[in-house]
């Protein structure tokens, strides 16, 4: 059995709104799943049916290989976008009552209370209330409560929300860390851009369906153009890009006559770029040659338009 979570055609309505449509995915074990999609696309609404908040109308969700049950609240690990901390406790207080309502006894609650609170480097909050503390510091608070029990799964919806840039790379360090330790993550996100550094498997929810689905690296290589960005050293650039655009699809160029540069970017067919460098070995010093790989961005928003869907 190679995944941790599979939902199965599972469909959620609210009256005559449908959050989720047969939606189906695969969470294989020990990998970091994106689930992703603009606001209110249902990608909460998925999340809270794993977590047994809410219920499908149909479909199944299995827990490693098990049809989902209470029990298994135990083996995963939820952090929500709304946060729900008591404003007015003081941090070592709340931090151990969560901790106990996961299961732990108080005092091996405390022993990776200080483990963690050292390791985030945050000892000196303990008796500071919640209300004291700024979004992104109550944050690594939850952050804290929510894989302290040592689940399977951990659930991250919008995790980086009231972080700053030093903060945030902390969190994904430890996201990264509890996953080569054998956790099994879903990282929910709008944010595209959030995923390309941290997940292997991502799906595109949109107006609750699942549009696309896979290993990221996958995804990417089919939604290649065979576009690529070249930087050539040329003594007659004029006349260079005169021929380039003759043989060739260029898309765009840029002359730097200063440092007799050519910069363009050019379509090969089938990603074939062998008669291209040949040309330009006889021409000059070729300084870069990249292929363009498209965003995460980008591929939601193709396929999306594939699709005939409109989007945000």
Same mark, same amino acid.
């Given at each position: 059995?190679?995944?941790?979570?599979?939902?199965?055609? &599972?469909?959620? +309505?609210?009256?005559?709104?449908?959050?989720?449509?047969?939606?189906?995915?695969? *969470?294989?074990?020990?990998?970091?799943?994106?689930?992703?999609?603009?606001?209110?696309?249902?990608?909460?609404?998925?999340?809270?049916?794993?977590?047994?908040?809410?219920?499908?109308?149909?479909?199944?969700?299995?827990?490693?290989?098990?049809?989902?049950?209470?029990?298994?609240?135990?083996?995963?690990?939820?952090?929500?976008?709304?946060?729900?901390?008591?404003?007015?406790?003081?941090?070592?207080? $709340?931090?151990?009552?969560?901790?106990?309502?996961?299961?732990?006894?108080?005092?091996?609650?405390?022993?990776?209370?200080?483990?963690?609170?050292?390791? =985030?480097?945050?000892?000196?909050?303990?008796?500071?209330?919640? $209300?004291?503390?700024?979004?992104?510091?109550?944050?690594? *608070?939850?952050?804290?409560?929510?894989?302290?029990?040592?689940? +399977?799964?951990?659930?991250?919806?919008?995790?980086?929300?009231?972080?700053?840039?030093?903060?945030?790379?902390?969190?994904?360090?430890?996201?990264?860390?509890?996953?080569?330790?054998?956790?099994?993550?879903?990282?929910?996100?709008?944010?595209?851009?959030?995923?390309?550094? =941290?997940?292997?498997?991502?799906?595109? *929810?949109?107006?609750?369906?699942?549009?696309?689905?896979?290993?990221?690296?996958?995804?990417?290589?089919?939604?290649?153009?065979?576009?690529?960005?070249?930087?050539?050293?040329?003594?007659?650039?004029?006349?260079?890009?005169?021929?380039?655009?003759?043989?060739?699809? &260029?898309? %765009?160029?840029? &002359?730097?006559?200063?440092?007799?540069? =050519?910069?363009?970017?050019?379509?090969?067919?089938?990603?074939?770029?062998?008669?291209?460098?040949? =040309?330009?070995?006889?021409?000059?010093?070729?300084?870069?040659?990249?292929?363009?790989?498209? %965003?995460?961005?980008?591929?939601?928003?193709?396929?999306?338009?594939?699709?005939? *869907?409109?989007?945000?």
């Amino acid at each position: 059995m190679n995944n941790i979570l599979v939902a199965k055609k &599972v469909t959620k +309505k609210y009256g005559d709104h449908t959050a989720l449509q047969n939606v189906s995915i695969e *969470i294989p074990k020990n990998s970091i799943y994106g689930l992703l999609g603009p606001n209110g696309a249902g990608k909460t609404t998925l999340i809270r049916i794993i977590n047994q908040i809410t219920y499908p109308d149909q479909g199944e969700v299995l827990f490693e290989g098990e049809p989902l049950r209470p029990e298994h609240i135990a083996k995963i690990g939820y952090l929500p976008e709304e946060r729900g901390l008591y404003k007015s406790m003081k941090v070592g207080e $709340q931090a151990l009552y969560l901790a106990q309502l996961k299961g732990l006894s108080k005092n091996d609650a405390k022993q990776k209370l200080k483990y963690w609170f050292d390791r =985030l480097e945050i000892g000196d909050w303990w008796n500071k209330k919640i $209300q004291e503390l700024s979004k992104g510091m109550a944050q690594k *608070i939850q952050f804290i409560v929510t894989v302290l029990h040592e689940p +399977k799964l951990l659930i991250f919806d919008e995790p980086f929300s009231g972080f700053d840039p030093i903060n945030a790379n902390i969190i994904k360090d430890e996201i990264l860390r509890l996953k080569d330790s054998g956790t099994s993550i879903i990282f929910s996100t709008h944010r595209m851009e959030s995923v390309e550094e =941290l997940c292997e498997y991502i799906a595109l *929810i949109h107006r609750s369906e699942k549009i696309l689905d896979g290993r990221l690296s996958d995804i990417k290589k089919a939604y290649k153009n065979n576009i690529f960005e070249v930087g050539i050293e040329a003594a007659e650039t004029e006349n260079l890009l005169f021929e380039l655009k003759d043989k060739f699809k &260029v898309l %765009s160029s840029d &002359v730097d006559t200063e440092e007799n540069q =050519l910069n363009f970017s050019v379509q090969l067919p089938s990603g074939d770029s062998g008669a291209l460098l040949n =040309l330009l070995g006889t021409k000059g010093n070729i300084n870069s040659f990249i292929e363009t790989i498209p %965003s995460t961005n980008e591929i939601f928003i193709r396929t999306v338009e594939n699709k005939g *869907i409109a989007h945000e």
